[in-house]
């Protein structure tokens, strides 16, 4: 049984920065793309970013291209989140996905999902 585990939320007031992590379990994490997403109070879960199972391939959501960066460890088992210039419009749930097909990744497709870490910028 996979397992994601999230951490590194918190927070923090706009212009500022933080990174989450995930740690993949369980199984093989070399074959899984692994990606995050967020959710809002009221809102729709929406893709964030999401990373190809070697770390070479990166998609980003248009909202954070630029300010946000997705990338893996050499071990492929943690995956990082680094978010520069926070807006308070970034502040959800952040939950880490993991998928085996693709980096680019929907609601829909995820096979895996961690508890959700909470991001909060303010004004």
């Known amino acids: 049984q996979v397992q994601l585990a999230e951490s590194g939320g918190g927070l923090v007031q706009a212009g500022g920065s933080l990174r989450l992590s995930c740690a993949f379990s369980?199984?093989?994490?070399?074959?899984?793309?692994m990606g995050w997403f967020r959710q809002a109070p009221g809102k729709e879960r929406e893709f964030v970013a999401g990373?190809?199972?070697?770390?070479?391939?990166?998609y980003y959501a248009d909202a954070v291209k630029g300010r946000f960066t997705i990338s893996r460890d050499n071990a492929k088992t943690t995956v990082y989140l680094q978010m520069n210039s926070l807006k308070p419009e970034d502040t959800a749930v952040y939950y880490c996905?993991?998928?085996?097909?693709?980096?680019?990744?929907?609601?829909?497709?995820?096979?895996?999902w961690g508890q959700g870490t909470q991001v909060t910028v303010s004004s």
């Open positions: 996905a993991a998928e085996r097909s693709t980096a680019i990744m929907t609601v829909s497709s995820v096979d895996y």
């Open positions: 990373v190809s199972w070697g770390g070479g391939r990166q």
């Open positions: 369980g199984r093989t994490a070399t074959t899984y793309a």
